[in-house]
Structure formats: C-alpha cells, structure tokens
C-alpha cells in the first residue's frame, strides 16, 4: 500500500522547516503563541478528550519511559502517572512554556520529532505522536516513524492521533480540518500506509465523539516486534 499524496499548499501559504506543511498565516498564525493554542484547546474540549485518549489508547504505565513526540507546550502531561517523561516539539516557545510549568515533572527539548538520534536505542515503552503526522510530509512522517521504532524497547508501542479524511463524516468536521493548520492531513488508510512498513499491521480506530463539536479523529496504535503485535483493521465508534 503506498501513502497517499499530501494536498498541493500555495506558494507562500506555509511557513515551514524541514518536512513540514504547516499554514502559520493571518489567524492560524496565532496558534503558534501557547496562550492561543491552549484556549482553543479550551474551546473545543480538549482537556476532557485527552484524558479520554490516554487511559483508552495511549495507555501509560507507571514508572515507564515515555516520549512525546510534537508535545507543544506540555498538554498530555498532567494527565499522566508518574513515569520518566521527556517531550519534543518544534516550536521553541511551547517548549519554553512547557519547561516553566512542568520542568520539574519532565524533560523538554527543542527540535524535530523526525530527529531522533540523541536518544539511545530501545530506551522507551511508549512513543505518543498527538497532532502531529498531520502536519508531516511523507517523507519526514517516514523518518520519524523509523526514529520512533529505534527508540522503543521490544513490545513497546507507537500511538499516534491525528484528524482524518473519512467518508460521510460531518461537514463541520470538514470544514474545521480543511482550516487546519496541518496540510497533510490522510485517510485512516494512508497512515497506517506510513506506519505499517515498520511496524507490522496496526490498529486503527476513527473517533468522532470525542470534542464538543463533531470532529473526526484516527487513533494508531503499533506494537514493536517481538511481543505481539495490535489488531489490525479500522474500527469506527
């Protein structure tokens, strides 16, 4: 299965480092800033949805090594157990927002989720991606994919969390995801086609229940082999 092509974006419409597509134009622009990010987070009723995420799919343990990969000013973390927890993001202000409000309970860095060379070889349990292939290339999706099963220890798991494409789906979900700052936004199928290669069969499950408006979300969850592997398929609540 081959993953599917990002949407063409405008000359000059994206503000983008290396592997991104990314609208940070007129309002959009704004969600680079912490303070916007987290009220409109706010707004949709993300505080609720995250803790649903977590203890439904991204499941952490306690005293386990986890790695965030595009963790923006922090969000997930208050939501998680006691566990040795270390974020990236390429945005340098979330990161300073993240060091100041929960440095003592993380470790926060500056950079690309598809460089992941700093961190040693099977040295995680858990790799979360939360909004974050979305905005990805192919290409550097593929990279961080592959950094992502470097990292983790066998049996370990890759969960990522993004919008989607899916047929049918509200037509505010639509229109919400066509203003994404993101531009690579796929169906379920063309990221479990970024994902599998590695990974082996992956999970998929489509939400649509989990803000305050109708939004449709595609949650993977892959297994690192040797230690099973998740069902494979696309389930849909």
Not at 27 to 44: K, T
Not at 97 to 116: C, I
Not at 129 to 150: E, V
Not at 162 to 168: L, Q, R, T
Request: charge should be positive; proline fraction near 8%.
């Amino acid at each position: 299965m081959q993953a599917e092509r990002a949407r063409p974006t405008a000359p000059g419409q994206a503000d983008r480092a290396e592997g991104t597509g990314q609208v940070n134009t007129g309002v959009r622009a704004l969600l680079r800033l912490p303070r916007a990010y987290r009220l409109m987070q706010w707004f949709l009723g993300t505080r609720r949805a995250r803790e649903r995420v977590i203890a439904e799919h991204f499941r952490p343990v306690e005293g386990s090594s986890v790695l965030d990969l595009g963790c923006g000013p922090g969000s997930l973390l208050p939501a998680l157990p006691p566990l040795r927890y270390v974020g990236i993001d390429l945005e340098p202000g979330y990161i300073e927002q993240a060091r100041r409000d929960f440095g003592d309970r993380g470790e926060f860095h500056a950079g690309s989720a598809a460089d992941l060379e700093a961190f040693a070889p099977e040295s995680f349990d858990l790799v979360m991606a939360n909004a974050l292939l979305h905005h990805l290339d192919d290409a550097t999706a593929t990279r961080m994919i592959g950094g992502a099963h470097r990292v983790l220890r066998p049996g370990g798991r890759l969960v990522t969390l993004d919008n989607a494409w899916v047929p049918g789906q509200p037509w505010i979900a639509r229109t919400l995801i066509g203003w994404d700052r993101g531009q690579h936004v796929r169906t379920p199928e063309g990221y479990r086609a970024l994902v599998e290669p590695l990974f082996g069969p992956v999970r998929a499950v489509v939400r649509q229940d989990l803000l305050r408006i109708p939004y449709t979300l595609v949650i993977l969850e892959a297994v690192k082999a040797p230690g099973g592997a998740a069902a494979p398929g696309i389930l849909r609540t």
